[in-house]
Structure formats: structure tokens, C-alpha cells
């Protein structure tokens, strides 16, 4: 958002959303469709993880940026365009206003207290509660692997 969020002199834009009182410390952005194309790098995600954003509500994303956002401990949430226009709405209308994920339920809840229900891949819901990336994963089975290795040696020496 570095282009419209300041201007040419580093600035900040006062007429930007992210820049203003109630938004400024958002952790949930409500988006717009195929959020994130053209953002295939992992630091698009950073820079919005450094932001504070842990969750992005949008009808659809880019699908590079919404794997690259999986993998990097951020949710991505697809609710239907006319719902996502409905909580912009909500939220502009009375700022300050909250919204909440809750990923165990697959829920977001507007301000109006409706929920929508939202789906999530299995693994990559599990993978978020419990806060792994690949490594957390696989070493959540080093055991196994360990056991496997020194088995498979014992049986063919002549690879290792």
C-alpha cells in the first residue's frame, strides 16, 4: 500500500483508510476482489504482518499471495463479495467498530453481531491453531522419521 498510503514525499496520505485514527491499529482487512494478485512475493505478506494484519476477509485472492499468506501464519478468509461489502460498510459507518475471526468455528463476525461461516483446507486450519510452518510440521513426526532412518540404514548400509 506504500504508493497510496504516502505520498511523493514520504508522507502519509490523510485521506487513506489504514491511516486514519480508528483503522490505524486494524489487525483484520475487509478487501476487495482477487486481493493480492500481482503480490506473488512473500513480502507483500510481511509488510502486512509487520503492519499488524493477521487476517484478510476478501471474495477471492490471488492464489499465490493467499498460499504465500497460509505460509506465513496470516488467515486468509473468502466470504462472499456482497458480504465483504457489507462489513466495509459496517465499518465505515461507525468507525472503531470490531469484527473477529474465530478460526476454530470458522465464524467472522461482524459488528452487527451476524456471523458468516467461512472454509478452510483441514491442514491449513490445523497448521494455524497450533502455529507451524513446514519445519513445525514435520518435526511434529521426528520421531518417526528418526526411527525410519535408523531402520532404513540398519537395512541398507551401503546408502549412507
Not at 11 to 29: G, H, M, S, T
Request: hydrophobic letters at 40%; charged letters at 25%; one cysteine or more.
Amino acid at each position: 500500500f506504500h504508493d497510496i498510503r504516502y505520498d511523493a514525499d514520504g508522507n502519509e496520505r490523510p485521506d487513506f483508510v489504514l491511516n486514519q485514527a480508528p483503522y490505524r491499529k486494524a489487525r483484520i482487512l475487509v478487501a476487495g476482489a482477487n486481493f493480492g494478485c500481482g503480490s506473488s512475493r512473500e513480502a507483500a505478506v510481511y509488510a502486512l504482518f509487520d503492519f499488524g494484519i493477521r487476517a484478510v476477509i476478501a471474495p477471492s485472492f490471488g492464489d499465490i499471495h493467499y498460499g504465500n499468506e497460509l505460509q506465513n501464519g496470516m488467515l486468509p478468509v473468502v466470504l462472499a463479495d456482497a458480504t465483504c461489502r457489507t462489513l466495509r460498510r459496517q465499518l465505515r459507518d461507525e468507525p472503531g467498530a470490531k469484527i473477529s475471526v474465530d478460526l476454530a468455528a470458522q465464524t467472522v463476525t461482524g459488528p452487527d453481531g451476524t456471523a458468516y461461516r467461512f472454509e478452510i483446507d483441514p491442514n491449513h486450519k490445523e497448521r494455524l491453531l497450533k502455529g507451524l510452518d513446514d519445519i513445525g510440521l514435520v518435526m511434529q513426526n521426528i520421531e518417526a522419521i528418526e526411527a525410519f532412518e535408523k531402520r532404513h540404514h540398519g537395512e541398507l548400509p551401503w546408502l549412507a
